[in-house]
């Protein structure tokens, strides 16, 4: 399942977040940071859990290292939006990726908490 979505998913990331950098012209360390996290990252999640003893550990570390990228992308934008839009899309995104594989109700449990900001 992840393989599959990184591959088709990331690259659609890699476009939204770019078009978003492009329009605040940002630095050229978080094109590259873009590119390592949306286009390289994905591939190399595939071999290591495809290459490891325990496939299913390696990919829920894999999917635990997606949310803190995640998290990492979030901060980085937020400071380059002042839109409180822009914290609780990424909070949402986030929720969701790292509780996938177990439905999508279970990510409503972690999205207050990503909301916490607000207080």
Known sequence: MNRRDRTIFYPLLFLALGSHLLVTDAPGW????????????????????RHAVDPLRAEMQNLDTDVVLFSLWAGILASRCGSPSCWSHRAASTSWSSTAPEGVFASLWELPPALHWRR
Do not use: C, D
């Open 30 to 49: 978080t094109w590259v940071l873009l590119a390592l996290n949306y286009l390289v990252f994905p591939q190399a999640a595939y071999w290591r859990a």
